[in-house]
């Protein structure tokens, strides 16, 4: 058993020992809103949005991107769980910044082993063999923070199962202070109507 699967149990049993009433908490969440953002260990929308369990949905994927799977998801949210708002939370310094889909494809294409970033580009230092598949798998990844942000908030909008009545809210997270800065020309795209 490895370290990190011994913590985590170890934790688990901490959490479980004391869960009490949250075996109460129903399914939709109690604050009727949900968060798509990114997967960055450093963003603890718990913490940054003051969530308690059973607020909020939080949907998390690589970016915090409106990929078919955000979308549906958050269709679920609204449709049977009664979500009535919603925010997409890019943040600062995201990684995705720093590669390409093709660069992405490239990097697979060579060893499915963890590549290494040397300040100037990504590079494969692997020695098992990879696989062309990654060239074929839209990465979403973030070209410019501004404008990404504001095309997800439209993708989101404009998608035919979203409805016109759910505002979309678009901000980013500052890893350096904790803040959520709003981009009011996404929030403006994702107005209510």
Same mark, same amino acid.
């Given at each position: 058993?490895?370290?990190?699967?011994?913590?985590?149990?170890?934790?688990?049993?901490?959490?479980?020992?004391?869960?009490?009433?949250?075996?109460?908490?129903?399914?939709?969440?109690?604050?009727?809103?949900?968060?798509?953002?990114?997967? #960055?260990?450093?963003?603890?929308?718990?913490?940054?949005?003051?969530?308690?369990?059973?607020?909020?949905?939080?949907?998390?994927?690589?970016?915090?991107?409106?990929?078919?799977?955000?979308?549906?998801?958050?269709?679920?949210?609204?449709?049977?769980?009664?979500?009535?708002?919603?925010?997409?939370?890019?943040?600062?310094?995201?990684?995705?910044?720093?590669?390409?889909?093709?660069?992405?494809?490239?990097?697979?294409?060579?060893?499915?082993?963890?590549?290494?970033?040397?300040?100037?580009?990504?590079?494969?230092?692997?020695?098992?063999?990879?696989?062309?598949?990654?060239?074929?798998?839209?990465?979403?990844?973030?070209?410019?923070? #501004?404008?990404?942000?504001?095309?997800?908030?439209?993708?989101?909008?404009?998608?035919?199962?979203?409805?016109?009545?759910?505002?979309?809210?678009?901000?980013?997270? #500052?890893?350096?202070?904790?803040?959520?800065?709003?981009?009011?020309?996404?929030?403006?795209?994702?107005?209510?109507?």
């Amino acid at each position: 058993m490895s370290v990190v699967l011994k913590e985590v149990l170890a934790a688990n049993e901490v959490y479980a020992a004391s869960f009490g009433d949250k075996a109460q908490l129903s399914a939709p969440p109690k604050r009727q809103f949900a968060i798509l953002t990114c997967m #960055d260990a450093r963003l603890d929308p718990a913490q940054y949005a003051g969530l308690r369990e059973g607020d909020a949905h939080v949907i998390r994927n690589a970016g915090g991107r409106a990929s078919e799977d955000a979308i549906r998801s958050l269709v679920f949210s609204y449709k049977l769980l009664g979500t009535r708002e919603w925010f997409v939370i890019h943040h600062t310094d995201c990684g995705l910044q720093f590669v390409t889909g093709e660069i992405m494809g490239d990097l697979l294409s060579k060893s499915l082993e963890k590549a290494v970033y040397d300040g100037q580009g990504w590079r494969d230092v692997g020695t098992t063999p990879g696989s062309p598949e990654g060239r074929y798998i839209n990465w979403l990844t973030i070209h410019e923070p #501004d404008a990404c942000l504001v095309e997800d908030v439209q993708r989101i909008r404009h998608h035919p199962l979203v409805p016109r009545w759910i505002p979309i809210y678009g901000y980013f997270y #500052d890893v350096k202070s904790g803040r959520l800065i709003e981009l009011p020309e996404a929030s403006e795209a994702g107005r209510a109507s």
